[in-house]
T-cell receptor, first 114, second 112 residues
């Protein structure tokens, strides 16, 4: 079956712009989480959605937001981009809420802010 | 709070050498523990997991045992191959199961 699909794979944006990233989970998976990966900070949790509700949020400013649709697809949005937002953004899905089951990750969207 | 500490890399081994990557954790309650692997340009792939003390996770020749007494989950493989070259992440799932806490990752390079 198809894995977790993230689009686009690569993105270049200018400081001050906003960006929307998309994630389609594995069919039947209702939990979607987002992580930011940078060389300096490693992997950091952004948020988790289940059944269109945000269940948990990491320690990121309000410029980072997300949502989940009724078909479990998820988007995350970053407004007023800063150079430090350059990162690999990873989406992960799970059939159930919570991470004890183990997540399946997508290949990520590499965002570069110039 | 929850945190994971991994041994610093990078690690370079010859093919067929024995691999150990150390991982220790701090957690409240009873977390589940995971090892993920990331190949260049790709996302993370679940390698193995253990959900309770003394469980052993295993996959593709890799093993790790959940040791509550030493709060450790070290990754081992008896004979590494060039294709094992990747970055390995240890992670724990918090007691509420809402998010992963990742280690900083250990880069492994296996040379022929």
């Amino acid at each position: 079956k198809a894995g977790v699909t993230q689009t686009p794979r690569y993105l270049i944006k200018t400081r001050g712009q906003q960006v929307t990233l998309s994630c389609s989970p594995i069919s039947g998976h209702r939990s979607v989480s987002w992580y930011q990966q940078t060389p300096g900070q490693g992997l950091q949790f952004l948020f988790e959605y289940f059944s269109e509700t945000q269940r948990n949020k990491g320690n990121f400013p309000g410029r980072f937001s997300g949502r989940q649709f009724s078909n479990s697809r998820s988007e995350m949005n970053v407004s007023t981009l800063e150079l430090g937002d350059s990162a690999l953004y990873l989406c992960a899905s799970s059939p159930v809420v919570g991470s004890n089951y183990g997540y399946t990750f997508g290949s990520g969207t590499r965002l570069t802010v110039v | 709070g929850n945190s994971v500490t991994q041994m610093e890399g990078p690690v370079t081994l010859s093919e067929e050498a024995f691999l150990t990557i150390n991982c220790t954790y701090t957690a409240t309650g009873y977390p589940s523990l995971f090892w993920y692997v990331q190949y260049p340009g790709e996302g993370l792939q679940l390698l193995l997991k253990a959900t309770k003390a003394d469980d052993k996770g295993s996959n593709k020749g890799f093993e790790a045992t959940y040791r509550k007494e030493t709060t450790s989950f070290h990754l081992e493989k008896g004979s590494v191959q060039v294709s094992d070259s990747a970055v390995y992440f240890c992670a724990l799932s918090g007691n509420t199961g809402n998010q992963f806490y990742f280690g900083t990752g250990t880069s492994l390079t296996v040379i022929p």
